[in-house]
């Protein structure tokens, strides 16, 4: 499954710069902005660009980070008729949120790892699109994979409708952090959005 239709389709200078997942050779260090690209880039996208320097920067430098930060790319794909999303998060935090959830045992996320049930449940417990009718769209769990400090988790998420009266629940790793903000970008037909889930803001009309 192919996941590159999620990586750095944006119209944002500084996202373009930043989410090169797609681009990126084998050990090529991930490219972060400065401050005066950022505000150059226009108020337009200051917010979504700052949180994603805060989020690229302060954990590839040191093993610990002083900002919890998680970013969702959400995009249609209208050929398949469904969402294909991945949630970039730090490794340590996410290992923290599955020890959490399950009695404090410890986890170790590695690729090839025997985790993928526990991160599935805790993902379905946490990441929720309802419909209109408030009912909740089924979630299919892709996998994950890890690099570097940060875990990919990829979902697929079959859908017919349009976005109308439908609401997204994202409260990965809040009960955790919290300052916890977990950045959400989606895209659906000619609609782009940018949501910012945090404590005391976990749901959201799309």
Same mark, same amino acid.
């Given at each position: 499954?192919?996941? /590159?239709?999620?990586?750095?389709? =944006?119209?944002?200078?500084?996202?373009?710069?930043?989410? +090169? *997942?797609?681009?990126?050779?084998? #050990?090529?260090?991930?490219?972060?902005?400065?401050?005066?690209?950022?505000?150059?880039?226009?108020?337009?996208?200051?917010?979504?660009?700052?949180?994603?320097?805060?989020?690229?920067?302060?954990?590839?430098?040191?093993?610990?980070?002083?900002?919890?930060?998680?970013?969702?790319?959400?995009?249609?794909?209208?050929? /398949?008729?469904?969402?294909?999303? =991945?949630?970039?998060?730090?490794?340590?935090?996410?290992? +923290? *949120?599955?020890?959490?959830?399950? #009695?404090?045992?410890?986890?170790?996320?590695?690729?090839?790892?025997?985790?993928?049930?526990?991160?599935?449940?805790?993902?379905?417990?946490?990441?929720?699109?309802?419909?209109?009718?408030?009912?909740?769209?089924?979630?299919?769990?892709?996998?994950?994979?890890?690099?570097?400090?940060?875990?990919?988790?990829?979902?697929?998420?079959?859908?017919?409708?349009?976005?109308?009266?439908?609401?997204?629940?994202?409260?990965?790793?809040?009960?955790?952090?919290?300052?916890?903000?977990?950045?959400?970008?989606?895209?659906?037909?000619?609609?782009?959005?940018?949501?910012?889930?945090?404590?005391?803001?976990?749901?959201?009309?799309?």
């Amino acid at each position: 499954m192919q996941f /590159l239709t999620m990586c750095g389709k =944006s119209d944002c200078p500084i996202l373009i710069k930043m989410r +090169r *997942g797609d681009q990126r050779k084998k #050990g090529e260090k991930w490219r972060t902005p400065s401050l005066s690209e950022i505000i150059n880039a226009g108020t337009k996208w200051f917010v979504p660009a700052l949180i994603l320097l805060l989020f690229f920067s302060s954990s590839f430098t040191s093993p610990r980070h002083e900002y919890h930060v998680s970013v969702t790319q959400m995009q249609y794909n209208p050929a /398949l008729k469904s969402f294909e999303i =991945s949630i970039r998060l730090f490794t340590d935090d996410f290992e +923290r *949120g599955l020890s959490a959830e399950n #009695g404090n045992r410890r986890f170790i996320v590695k690729n090839n790892d025997q985790n993928d049930s526990f991160v599935e449940r805790y993902i379905r417990k946490n990441f929720l699109l309802s419909d209109s009718q408030k009912k909740a769209v089924n979630i299919h769990y892709v996998g994950k994979e890890q690099e570097e400090d940060a875990t990919w988790v990829y979902l697929e998420i079959p859908f017919q409708n349009t976005l109308e009266g439908c609401k997204l629940q994202n409260s990965i790793l809040m009960e955790v952090f919290e300052d916890q903000v977990n950045m959400t970008n989606l895209k659906f037909s000619s609609q782009k959005k940018t949501f910012l889930f945090k404590k005391g803001q976990v749901v959201q009309a799309l």
